[in-house]
């Protein structure tokens, strides 16, 4: 049986890291951010649309 040692050596070192906790913690600051921002939009764009309402219609 053939045994590559240097390869057994570098995946056993890359599936060791723990890139993969990372990756999730940015993943979920970056829904969070995104709901945040969705959420802000919402709201000033309801009061933006109330106030271009009451101007549309102090015109008329």
């Not at 829904?31 to 921002?37: K, S, W, Y």
């Not at 309801?46 to 008329?60: L, T, Y």
């Amino acid at each position: 049986m053939l045994t590559f040692p240097f390869l057994t050596a570098w995946l056993q070192s890359r599936c060791r890291t723990d890139r993969g906790a990372s990756l999730v913690e940015y993943a979920l600051l970056v829904a969070l951010i995104a709901v945040v921002c969705i959420l802000a939009i919402t709201f000033l764009g309801q009061a933006a649309s109330s106030k271009f309402s009451g101007v549309g219609s102090a015109i008329q």
